[in-house]
């Protein structure tokens, strides 16, 4: 069975521009989520989507993040514009319901902003 | 917020000992999960304790889950230069997972 995939791996960028991640879930997996990673912490949930309904987004910085999960499949989180504290790993997991049990992880994606 | 709280922060052995972190957390819990994390890459889940059990066995990890005390460890027996990584607790409440800040395991082959 495929894992879950993010793109792209790494992304560099200057302050106050732009960026959007990707996520594509294990299939029939129902849940997603997004996390933020600062280094040397643990993963912060950022969103979390059942099919393509937002779950909980109360630690999104709505002024300047998004995403959406249309379809109830692939994500996308975008970031605009980004700020210098942004920078961290940004990670994908998903699970098959939103029961709070395992969920898989991608290899997520390493933003930079300079 | 971080609802658990991993210790010790960093630890480093030597292969064939065990190592053993623990984990605090605030509220009550429906699980508590731990990870694994290899540098650059994502988390990898070991195990899952309920609220309802005490241990909990699979391969070289134990995993002890105490509710009054709202602590869990988990040890790793014989390690192996491989066990290298991250590790971190993640509490389940209100079907939410919560990680802690990690300890980072350094075994030395």
């Known amino acids: 069975e495929a894992g879950v995939a993010q793109s792209p791996r790494y992304k560099i960028i200057e302050k106050r521009q732009s960026v959007a991640f990707w996520c594509n879930p294990i299939?029939?997996?129902?849940?997603l989520y997004w996390y933020q990673q600062i280094l040397g912490q643990g993963p912060k949930l950022l969103i979390q989507?059942?099919?393509?309904?937002?779950?909980?987004d109360s630690q999104l910085p709505k002024d300047r993040f998004s995403a959406e999960r249309l379809k109830g499949v692939d994500s996308t989180l975008k970031i605009q514009p980004a700020k210098l504290e942004d920078s961290a790993v940004y990670l994908c997991?998903?699970?098959?319901?939103?029961?709070?049990?395992?969920?898989?992880f991608g290899a997520g994606t390493r933003l930079s902003v300079l | 917020s971080q609802q658990g709280e991993e210790d010790p922060q960093a630890l480093s052995i030597q292969e064939g000992e065990n190592a053993t972190m623990n984990c605090s957390y605030k509220?009550?819990?429906?699980?508590l999960q731990w990870y694994r994390q290899n540098s650059g890459r994502g988390l990898v889940h070991l195990i899952l304790?309920?609220?309802?059990?005490r241990e909990k066995h699979s391969g070289r990890l134990r995993v002890t889950l105490d509710t009054s005390k709202k602590s869990s460890s988990l040890l790793i027996t014989a390690s192996r230069a491989a066990d290298t990584a991250s590790y971190f607790c993640?509490?389940?409440?209100?079907?939410?997972?919560?990680f802690g800040k990690g300890t980072l395991l350094t075994v030395n082959p």
């Open positions: 299939s029939g997996h129902a849940t």
């Open positions: 997991a998903s699970t098959y319901s939103v029961t709070g049990d395992i969920q898989y």
């Open positions: 304790i309920r609220s309802n059990e």
């Open positions: 509220t009550s819990i429906n699980n």
């Open positions: 993640a509490t389940v409440s209100n079907y939410k997972l919560t």
């Open positions: 989507f059942q099919n393509n309904g937002v779950v909980d």
